[in-house]
């Protein structure tokens, strides 16, 4: 299922895939390995979204991007 702006706009990829909404407790997650260097996070996040995706239906993807979220001086 597609919002209108992407049915007007077709975005560039097929799929995407988000571990989840940003919350608790994965923004605490978040915030240890954005700005404290935590990279045991990092493995947390990696580990979680693996698992998203295996349970998915999604094929295998031929490149993975990281989306970045907006500036805090724009919000």
Do not use: Q, W
């Not at 077709?10 to 390995?33: K, S």
């Not at 404290?36 to 996040?45: D, K, N, P, Q, S």
């Amino acid at each position: 299922m597609h919002c209108d702006a992407c049915l007007d706009d077709r975005p560039a990829f097929n799929d995407t895939l988000a571990l989840a909404d940003y919350r608790a407790p994965l923004d605490r997650l978040a915030v240890e390995l954005k700005f404290r260097g935590r990279l045991a996070a990092g493995a947390e996040f990696a580990r979680h979204l693996h698992e998203r995706f295996e349970d998915s239906n999604l094929p295998t993807p031929d490149v993975i991007v990281l989306g970045r979220t907006a500036d805090r001086a724009r919000l």
